[in-house]
């Protein structure tokens, strides 16, 4: 069997997605093993969860570096890089990326995002599904590009929309179709690109 590839994982907060894909890489046949969690917040909730399963997991605070993004990003590049991860899963990472960060790993960065994309980029999905009266509603995983969630779709799932949902309902019910959908995609997404990672 091939060597499982390195790869780490962003967080900003409790890391429901991120704990999924840690599940997903206990498994003896998935073919990803996480090196690393990061996280631009020294209070997510995520660092600990990863901790107690045994993964280097680290805060590298954006605020110290005031409003220079790129250098904060440049200490995140060099500790993944050090942590020997291969692809970036970005889970509920809340920052808009700079265009250095996205080219130093560009066609190994992926995203999930709770919208049926190009449907509802940015914050909110939820609600705004609700309010355009959208009668389905779902998750994307993609890949990450300069444009904020436009990059190329790897895969989506669907879920209807009940007559009696709010974004909160929607947001709990489409949740545990997130944690499938990534760690699936993932797991394809690393299949189709072996002879390039």
């Given amino acids: 069997m091939r060597a499982k590839l390195p ?8 890391g429901s997605n991120m ?16 090196v690393a969690v990061l996280s631009n917040n020294p209070d997510a909730a995520g660092l600990d969860i990863a901790r107690a399963k ?12 005031r409003q220079d993004r790129e250098s904060h990003e440049r200490a995140m590049d060099r500790a993944l890089r050090e942590a020997g991860a291969r692809i970036i899963c970005l889970a509920g ?23 049926l994309l190009p449907k509802y980029p940015g914050l909110h999905t939820h609600q705004r599904a609700l309010d355009s009266g959208d009668t389905t509603h779902g998750a994307t995983v993609h890949l990450v590009t300069s444009g904020v969630d436009e990059g190329p779709v790897i895969a989506q799932a669907r879920i209807n929309i009940r007559p009696d949902d709010t974004a909160e309902t929607l947001s709990e019910r489409l949740l545990p179709k997130e944690h499938a959908l990534y760690q699936d995609a993932l797991r394809q997404f690393i299949t189709d690109q072996a002879s390039v990672l």
């Fill in 7 to 14: 790869i780490a994982i962003l967080i900003s907060g409790r």
């Fill in 19 to 34: 704990e999924a894909l840690l599940n997903a890489c206990d498994a003896p046949d998935y073919p990803a093993e996480v």
């Fill in 54 to 65: 045994g993964i280097p997991a680290h805060a590298i605070d954006h605020r110290p570096f």
């Fill in 93 to 115: 990472y809340m920052r808009v990326l700079t265009p250095f960060f996205v080219k130093a790993w560009s066609g190994r960065m992926l995203n999930i995002h709770p919208s």
